[in-house]
């Protein structure tokens, strides 16, 4: 513990606790992912005294150990590849893919940073390297011109070195006179009797779980206190929303069955940021969209075979045994999410075994959408032979998560399809396979290669992937947390999954966004709260 973050309890007005560990700062971030990592960077470098609470053993979060890179728009690497498509263009993209409900303000300022932003973060050791555009061998569907060059502009920075610049980053933060205190979660923020923030209290955590017997005992003999306090006159909430709370993420979407769905977001993250701020007077906002871009098979396998499977173009059905989509939408980023939300959360994806043995000796022509966590290497084409997939469905038989027919109405049967339905399914999807053309949905001949017919076939079902969520507490475009007149709560700020505004309460449009987010409200937020501290 440095002493500049240290002060006896009698010159401070926050209540210290008696065996509480001791901080003074004028910052204290809550949350060492992507977004509080950029706040604590930027207030640190504006001379404030920078605290930051990480609940679990290592801080980066969902932006380190999920995330491979975030977009942004006028970047040095974008100016380098001569790559168009400008921070008003991309303003002008998300308002429009949001009908509108986004918050310009929010959206100008996040956007206007982010190239800037992504030099920054290069400048402090997270390097990045600017993405092809993305792959997409099918129309445009039914985007307009702009939010289809949007789509296909070179907006994803990649990380290089995702751990070491992380590591950088952190770094940077306490050569800044920063100070990042691991396993130590916020439990509640306290404020005077007029409202004025005075602190945080917080208690230590063994990586992110309540301590266990062995490890309260270990802290005692060591001589650390399992309680810490911070006493700071601002507080930047960036604790990634909540979708490690199911809970939670019942309410904020009941349409769904949480249960059905795949969760790979930080379990850490349960809703913590949004009670501290209501607590202090903030106020919510739209309901909070779930960040699903991906597809997987429910269960666990011995190889990433269904993983890529799960994001191929083949046959979709409803639990009806009904087509419902147009199967090309698996390449656009905001589509394919919302395609399986709309449908609960699951749907079903049916091949033939001559499809089966293709991709298991050959590969397909077909690439599957990018799902990071099955990547494939970099100028891979079409999809590789996955050797392993025929133990993988027979792994997924035995989980529940496929079934096995020998003929249409024995997979009907086995899946719970309606069968004349599913039987009228197969008869206009091989139509289409065979004459090139969808009249049903319009899929480009490009995917339609498929057709269903030589037993036995497979059902297997396809879950949302479900990476967090986005939004839930309103803010301005200087990432102030607002109360429910509209106010600006003093000293109070939120970035990134927390705050809402961006989104509109719809999905994002391409990948890469959530990212550009978190990094760029976290730094508004840590550049206006270290601007608005006393002189």
């Known amino acids: 513990m440095t002493t500049e973050h240290s002060t006896p309890a009698d010159q401070n007005p926050f209540p210290f606790r008696e065996h509480a560990e001791r901080h003074e700062a004028d910052v204290v971030v809550l949350g060492g992912g992507g977004a509080g990592i950029a706040a604590a960077l930027a207030a640190a470098e504006a001379g404030a005294r920078v605290v930051v609470l990480e609940k ?127 396993e130590a979660a916020a439990t509640e923020a306290v404020a005077d009797e007029r409202g004025r923030i005075l602190g945080v209290r917080a208690e230590r955590t063994e990586a992110g779980k309540p301590l266990s017997p062995e490890r309260r005992e270990q802290l005692k003999a060591d001589g650390v206190a399992e309680a810490i306090d911070i006493a700071a006159p601002a507080v930047v909430v960036a604790t990634g929303g909540f979708v490690g709370n199911h809970e939670l993420v019942g309410r904020a979407a009941p349409e769904l069955e949480t249960s059905r769905l795949r969760f790979t977001g930080e379990r850490k993250s349960v809703g913590t940021g949004c009670s501290v701020v209501q607590a202090l007077g903030g106020a919510g906002a739209e309901p909070a969209a779930l960040d699903a871009p991906a597809f997987g098979v429910p269960g666990r396998y011995s190889s990433k075979a269904l ?27 905001g589509e394919r999410g919302r395609a399986g939300l709309e449908r609960g959360g699951r749907f079903w994806m049916i091949l033939d075994s001559a499809t089966v043995q293709r991709l298991t000796e050959q590969g397909l022509e077909l690439a599957p959408a990018e799902d990071h966590g099955a990547p494939l290497p970099p100028g891979t084409e079409g999809t590789p032979a996955q050797p392993r997939l025929v133990e993988a469905l027979e792994e997924a038989v035995e989980q529940g998560a496929a079934v096995l027919g020998a003929a249409p109405d024995d997979l009907a049967g086995a899946a719970g399809f309606h069968p004349e339905r599913f039987a009228e399914t197969l008869e206009r999807y091989n139509a289409a396979v065979r004459t090139g053309r969808d009249d049903q949905f319009g899929t480009p001949a490009a995917i339609l290669r498929h057709p269903v017919q030589e037993g036995p076939l497979y059902a297997v079902q396809v879950v949302s992937t479900v990476r967090g969520t986005l939004g839930g507490v309103r803010i301005d475009a200087s990432a102030r947390v607002l109360d429910a007149d509209g106010q600006p709560v003093p000293g109070l700020y939120a970035a990134g999954n927390e705050a809402s505004g961006f989104w509109g309460g719809r999905y994002p449009q391409i990948d890469g966004l959530t990212l550009l987010f978190a990094f760029n409200s976290g730094r508004i937020a840590g550049e206006a709260a270290a601007a608005a501290l006393p002189a």
């Open 307 to 333: 993983a890529v499977l799960a994001n191929l173009p083949l046959l979709w059905v409803d639990d009806d045994g009904r087509r419902f989509a147009d199967e090309a939408s698996t390449y656009r980023f």
């Open 56 to 182: 679990g053993n290592k801080p980066g979060g969902a932006a380190m150990f999920g995330g491979t890179g975030y977009a942004a728009y006028g970047s040095a690497a974008q100016r380098e590849a001569g790559e168009s498509f400008s921070a008003e263009e991309a303003v002008q993209a998300i308002l429009e893919h949001t009908d509108g409900r986004a918050d310009e303000a929010l959206v100008r300022a996040v956007v206007a940073r982010s190239g800037e932003t992504a030099d920054w973060l290069s400048a402090h050791g997270l390097k990045s390297a600017l993405a092809e555009a993305p792959h997409d061998p099918a129309d445009p569907g039914e985007d307009s011109e702009l939010l289809a060059r949007h789509r296909r502009a070179r907006t994803y920075h990649r990380y290089a070195s995702k751990f070491g610049g992380f590591k950088k980053l952190l770094k940077a933060i306490e050569e800044a006179g920063g100070l990042v205190i691991p």
